[in-house]
């Protein structure tokens, strides 16, 4: 390198030097995390109006991982923006008022985004999602009396403060709740926060789009992943993602999920970018010719959760037999039809289908006809959660029985049985005794 260039290149980084310090010096906010470029991170920003530029500026230091979250999004690469969502209008009881730092902000906005919002853009998923199973999930909870009993009395021990912990904490995280606001439009701290699937909106809306992609990425990759379903279909009532976890198709997932393409646009994700069906695939996604679905009641036959299992015949969201048994079949077996040959598939379902049957007559029905039996001569107790014959019932059905049948349905054997009808049998065989000794003595046991 000769003389010259070194004094060119000597000479362009003292100028650099320069500008850096001007820069620096120049900013006395350094140590303030950047102001979001709301040019650089959508590049259609064009669209988004100088009122949604507001709330990504402030936001961006306020709240900044809603805005890296929402920087991230495909929403914001195609330009949707804040007030997309949050905008609402004047007079909702929804309306945020009063917020510090909202003094200089003129549009209406809510903190509570209801599926109406999303419909504006996303119409089919959401008329789906309502026709679901998923539509009633806090609906029902609430007419149910002997469930309120159960959380504020027997779990909440009439507490005088503290009674709704249970729900607050538990049954409403997985459900949903009627959602309050107070006299700011801001959600009360006894409904709020709160990611069940069935919300109730102030307005009466129900539903929640951010269970399965959660705000402020909404990816439809994570919605694709079985996580996305386990963090309420788990335990010992409904553990479908321990029945995945014991399946082949899990065993597949767990081993390599991790290099499947989980991209891939609705209707385009086939098999070849995945080697085995997640919970998505055989409830949601489109698969060869089947479309993608939002209605998780759509592909099922049984209703597995129920008392006792009949086929499905329903189109209302809140009959506890919502979908179509036959229609619902068909659909399952063109999932399984992409992978499989049809002898593997109706052999499947020849045996499950077996296992349903056995659980209906073999258990449930002998155990109904033990509890009205003693129910007319008087022989239960008045509390069901202090009366041993009672609470086996409850487990047989609720627990180990969902276990079994649903441990069939998909392929989870360690489920179908040493959690499932080995339990059943132990537990009515104890029933058997209870009912026994109480029409032999005309008693209730004593402790
Ligand atoms: C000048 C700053 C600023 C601007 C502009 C701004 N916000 Fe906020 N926002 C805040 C602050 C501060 C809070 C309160 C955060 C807290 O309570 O932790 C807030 C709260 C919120 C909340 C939650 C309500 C709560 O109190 O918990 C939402 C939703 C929200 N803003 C949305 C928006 C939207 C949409 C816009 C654009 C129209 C916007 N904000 C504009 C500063 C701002
Ligand atoms: C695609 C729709 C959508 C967009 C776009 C969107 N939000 Fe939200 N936001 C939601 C939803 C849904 C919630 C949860 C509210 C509920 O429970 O109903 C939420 C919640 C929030 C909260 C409360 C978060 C918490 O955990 O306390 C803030 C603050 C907020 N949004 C600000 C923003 C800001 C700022 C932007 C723009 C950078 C933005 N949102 C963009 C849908 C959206
Ligand atoms: C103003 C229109 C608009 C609103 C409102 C809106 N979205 Fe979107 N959304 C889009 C666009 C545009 C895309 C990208 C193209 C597409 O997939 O349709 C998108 C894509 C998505 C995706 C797919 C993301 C991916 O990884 O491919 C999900 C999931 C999604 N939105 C969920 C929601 C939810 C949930 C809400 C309500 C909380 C909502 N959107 C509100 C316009 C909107
Ligand atoms: C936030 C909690 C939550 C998440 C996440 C969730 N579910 Fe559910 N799901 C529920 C609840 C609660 C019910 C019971 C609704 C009722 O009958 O009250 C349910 C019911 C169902 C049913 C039965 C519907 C019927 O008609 O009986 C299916 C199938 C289902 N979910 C599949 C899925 C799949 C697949 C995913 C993930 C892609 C998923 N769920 C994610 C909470 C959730
Ligand atoms: C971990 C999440 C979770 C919690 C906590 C939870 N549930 Fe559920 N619940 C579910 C799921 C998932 C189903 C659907 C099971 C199925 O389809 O097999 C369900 C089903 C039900 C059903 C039957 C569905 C119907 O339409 O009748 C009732 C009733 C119910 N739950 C009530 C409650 C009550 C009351 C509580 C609290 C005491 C509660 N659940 C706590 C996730 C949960
Ligand atoms: C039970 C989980 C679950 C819930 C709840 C849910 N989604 Fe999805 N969503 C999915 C899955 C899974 C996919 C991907 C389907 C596939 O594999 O193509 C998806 C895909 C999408 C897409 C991209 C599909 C497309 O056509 O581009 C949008 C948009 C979307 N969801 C919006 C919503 C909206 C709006 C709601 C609220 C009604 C919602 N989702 C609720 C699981 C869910
Ligand atoms: C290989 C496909 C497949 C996979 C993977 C799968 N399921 Fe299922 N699922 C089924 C079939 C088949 C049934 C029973 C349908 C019927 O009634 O014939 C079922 C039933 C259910 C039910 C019972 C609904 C009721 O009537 O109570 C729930 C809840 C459920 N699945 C959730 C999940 C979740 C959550 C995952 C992931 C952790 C998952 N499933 C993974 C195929 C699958
Ligand atoms: C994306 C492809 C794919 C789909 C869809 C699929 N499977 Fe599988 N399945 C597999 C693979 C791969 C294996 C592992 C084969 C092995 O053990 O060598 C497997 C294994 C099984 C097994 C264990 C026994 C065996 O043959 O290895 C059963 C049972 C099964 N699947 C049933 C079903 C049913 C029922 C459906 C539909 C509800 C379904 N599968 C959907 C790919 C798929």
């Given at each position: 390198m000769n003389h010259k260039h070194r004094f060119t290149i000597v000479f362009f980084l003292i100028i650099l030097a320069a500008l850096v310090l001007t820069a620096c010096g120049g900013s006395?906010?350094?140590?303030?995390?950047?102001?979001?470029d709301v040019s650089g991170v959508a590049?259609?920003?064009?669209?988004?109006t100088e009122d949604a530029r507001g709330c990504i500026e402030c936001h961006a230091t306020e709240t900044h991982g809603v805005v890296s979250d929402w920087d991230s999004s495909r929403h914001a690469a195609e330009g949707v923006s804040c007030l997309d969502c949050h905008e609402t209008e004047a007079g909702s009881p929804m309306e945020l008022k009063?917020?510090?730092?909202?003094?200089?902000?003129t549009v209406p906005v809510s903190m509570l985004v209801p599926p109406s919002k999303c419909a504006e853009c996303h119409e089919d998923e959401v008329a789906q999602f309502h026709a679901?199973?998923?539509?009633?999930a806090a609906l029902q909870v609430e007419s149910k009396d002997a469930m309120q009993t159960l959380m504020?009395?027997?779990?909440?021990?009439?507490?005088?403060?503290?009674?709704n912990a249970s729900q607050e904490t538990g049954c409403m995280q997985c459900h949903g709740i009627r959602i309050q606001v107070d006299e700011n439009g801001l959600p009360t701290p006894d409904t709020y926060p709160v990611s069940g699937i069935g919300n109730i909106y102030p307005n009466g809306e129900v539903g929640n789009c951010?269970?399965?992609?959660?705000?402020?990425?909404?990816t439809i990759e994570e919605s694709r992943k079985p996580e996305a379903c386990a963090s309420c279909h788990l335990?010992?009532?409904?553990p479908d993602i321990e029945i995945y976890e014991n399946s082949k198709h899990g065993q597949i997932y767990a081993s390599?999920?991790?290099?499947?393409?989980?991209?891939?646009?609705a209707g385009d994700w086939e098999p070849g970018d995945y080697r085995a069906p997640t919970c998505a695939t055989c409830h949601m996604s489109g698969i060869g010719d089947l479309p993608v679905t939002h209605?998780?009641?759509?592909?099922?036959?049984?209703?597995?959760?129920?008392k006792r299992s009949a086929p499905r015949d329903s189109?209302?969201?809140?009959?506890?037999?919502?979908?179509h048994a036959e229609e619902g079949r068909a659909e399952m077996k063109q999932v399984c039809l992409e992978c499989h040959s049809s002898t593997t598939v109706e052999g499947f379902f020849s045996s499950a289908d077996k296992a349903i049957v056995l659980y209906n007559e073999a258990y449930y029905d002998p155990a109904k006809q033990m509890l009205d039996d003693l129910k007319e001569k008087g022989l239960?107790?008045?509390n069901p959660w202090a009366d041993e014959f009672q609470i086996l019932y409850y487990h047989l059905w609720h627990h180990e029985g969902r276990r079994a049948r649903q441990g069939a349905l998909m392929g989870g054997p360690d489920w179908a049985h040493w959690h499932g009808f080995f339990e059943l049998q132990q537990r009515l065989y104890r029933m058997q005794d209870i009912y026994n000794y109480r029409l032999e003595t005309g008693k209730i046991e004593e402790p």
């Open positions: 006395s906010t350094a140590q303030k995390p950047a102001a979001a590049p259609h920003a064009q669209g988004i009063n917020i510090k730092g909202h003094e200089n902000v679901s199973g998923h539509e009633r504020l009395v027997h779990e909440g021990r009439n507490h005088p403060t503290a009674s951010t269970v399965c992609h959660t705000r402020h990425k909404f335990g010992p009532d409904h390599e999920g991790d290099t499947w393409k989980w991209d891939s646009d209605n998780v009641s759509e592909r099922l036959y049984w209703n597995a959760w129920a189109d209302d969201p809140m009959s506890p037999l919502t979908g239960l107790k008045e």
